[in-house]
């Protein structure tokens, strides 16, 4: 199971690609053709941000959910 980390969805003109990050995750971001391909991406990416960040003795944050207020 992915934890619950915000996950932003945005339309890039410049990369002419959807772009998802995980703003809790320094540089976790993942790309793709649609915002479903984008989101699968950045699930794969999250996993395997928090597999090297143990594997060099790095904190992993705890997810807060969301960060922008509505």
Do not use: H
Request: proline residues 10%; glycine residues 8%.
């Amino acid at each position: 199971m992915i934890p619950p980390y915000e996950v932003i969805i945005f339309w890039s003109k410049q990369d002419k690609a959807f772009i998802a990050e995980a703003p809790e995750l320094p540089g976790c971001m993942a790309d793709g053709g649609s915002r479903r391909e984008a989101l699968s991406n950045i699930e794969r990416i999250i996993k395997e941000w928090i597999e090297t960040a143990k594997a060099v003795g790095r904190k992993i944050p705890q997810p807060k959910g969301r960060l922008i207020p509505a």
